[in-house]
T-cell receptor
Framework: GDSVTQMEGPVTLSEEAFLTINCTYT??????LFWYVQYPGEGLQLLLK?????DKGSNKGFEATYRKETTSFHLEKGSVQVSDSAVYFC??????????????FGTGTRLKVLA | DSGVTQTPKHLITATGQRVTLRCSPR?????VYWYQQSLDQGLQFLIQ???????AKGNILERFSAQQFPDLHSELNLSSLELGDSALYFC?????????????FGSGTQLSVL
């Protein structure tokens, strides 16, 4: 079945460091891919999305490219800030998952940025 | 502000009790999703309703039930509570049935079972 695998956390970086959080997926059809972010004490909110192969989603300096050949959607940011400290969830939505729940989340990766 | 409202924000109760969590989706959204978030199991999908009908079911215990009302708000009922039910319960909504759509999350209900 469909699944999303994220790198284990926590990831601890110094301010202005480069960030990569790995995400790979398996899917039956042609899913859309998402990154959600959860700041402390809050619900998840959409960070970026990509709907087809080679699409690049971007928002707030974060980027991720939908790589069909490697079934990956890695999250990157060139220079992290303390305010980026949060839990990041990779997710997919596969409309070909007939009769079942179509939205699959990874386990989340906690990012801690130190000043 | 996502537009999804969850009440109460915090709930403290005892084992064996029953509680009801409430969710009001964004205006115009037809789908409501319930998730359980615990430290050891991440974000677990419980159930989805679309326009009043159950659409998908996840790892929801038989002690738990949910419904979506004609005004599209939803309630999650948790009964015979156990210590292990302590978690953060999120509601999310989307415009349609969830295919390739963005989900909007509420800020959650923190349930503590003592």
């Amino acid at each position: 079945g469909d699944s999303v695998t994220q790198m284990e956390g926590p990831v601890t970086l110094s301010e202005e460091a480069f960030l990569t959080i790995n995400c790979t997926y398996t899917a039956t059809g042609y899913p859309s891919l998402f990154w959600y972010v959860q700041y402390p004490g809050e619900g998840l909110q959409l960070l970026l999305k990509a709907t087809k192969a080679d699409d690049k989603g971007s928002n707030k300096g974060f980027e991720a490219t939908y790589r069909k050949e490697t079934t990956s959607f890695h999250l990157e940011k060139g220079s992290v800030q303390v305010s980026d400290s949060a839990v990041y969830f990779c997710a997919l939505s596969d409309p070909f998952l007939s009769g079942t729940y179509k939205y699959i989340f990874g386990t989340g990766t906690r990012l801690k940025v130190l000043a | 502000d996502s537009g999804v409202t969850q009440t109460p924000k915090h709930l403290i109760t005892a084992t064996g009790q029953r509680v009801t969590l409430r969710c009001s989706p964004r205006s115009g959204d037809l789908s409501v999703y319930w998730y359980q978030q615990s430290l050891d199991q991440g974000l677990q999908f419980l159930i989805q309703y679309y326009n009043g009908e159950e659409r998908a079911k996840g790892n929801i215990l038989e002690r738990f039930s949910a419904q979506q009302f004609p005004d599209l708000h939803s309630e999650l009922n948790l009964s015979s509570l156990e210590l292990g039910d302590s978690a953060l319960y999120f509601c999310a909504s989307s415009v349609g049935a969830g295919d390739n759509e963005k989900l909007f999350f509420g800020s959650g209900t923190q349930l503590s079972v003592l």
